[in-house]
């Protein structure tokens, strides 16, 4: 069976069907060199590195491991770049929707279970690489809690809670700065719109500017854009805090920053009304220039890109249900 069409609900989250057949590893290669980026780049090979009804994929903080989430965002594992020592690290629901990792060894996620009345209950866990344990950092009363980021110093995760910005220390660290001076802003997307926060304001902005059904927000890592999803148009827009300007790039989902952020991966896919049946990936420079294909494989269908700290690779997941895929690149300045 093949991977359900994306769609976009209130919390843009996404309903994927997988098959549960298991392939043997593949590796397909492809020289194609893009002349119109500064420099060169091109896909030296694209490898399965693991097998199964695995979805999400995304790099740790130091480059060395790779989290990946089940169906519907159930459950949460984690594995070397090369897809050996897989680990299970939870099997709760919403465990896999956007987690995130510190440069101390550790995986931050959020997890929700249904109450007798039929509300979410969420709760932030952090889960220590090292000493593979679990501890619960935070449950949630009656409150939206959306998916925490790392601050700049790696000492605190900061998350949205009823719309409001809210934060938990991990740590104290040498020569951090106040928590202000570490993050500027943190983007979400509630009831088909795309909103931000910053420690100086109460009420949440919206950036989607009145268009319906937008989500998917992705902030670039130097807090300075915003990625996200128009369902009405299938498109990406680039949103400039700075400038106030937007950029669409045209269509595509499930978009993934570059470290320095100057460009955004995505997926560009085709469907039969039903299931997608083809993808591939793309980049775009954060401008909206120099757009290019990645990925020219007939039997991998590649959606949900994450890039690697060294930006010197993607990795993610076939929606034909085969596995995680790593693609190697090839960068000439």
Known sequence: ????????????????????????????????QFSQVKGSIKVSSVKKIISGNYLSPQFTADGKKIVFTGENFKGLWVANVDGSGIQKISDEFLAGWKPVSTKYNEIIFRTGEFTDKGEIKYSIKKYDLSTKKVVQLYTSKNEDIYPPKVSKFHDNIVFVKNKKLSSIKLRDVKGAPPLKQQVERITFSDGGKVWYLTPAIDKPVEISKGRKTCGGDELSPDGKKVAYLHGDTNSIIIYDFETGKEIDVGEGSTVAWSPDSEWIAYSVSCDDGHYIIHSDIFIVRADGSGRQRLTFTE?????NPSWSPDGKSIVCEDALGSGIYLISLEINQ
């Open 1 to 32: 069976m093949r991977k359900k069409i994306l769609t976009m609900m209130l919390v843009v989250t996404s309903i994927y069907l997988f098959s549960h057949e298991r392939h043997s590893p593949l590796i397909h290669s492809s020289s194609q």
């Open 299 to 303: 039997d991998i269908a590649e959606v």
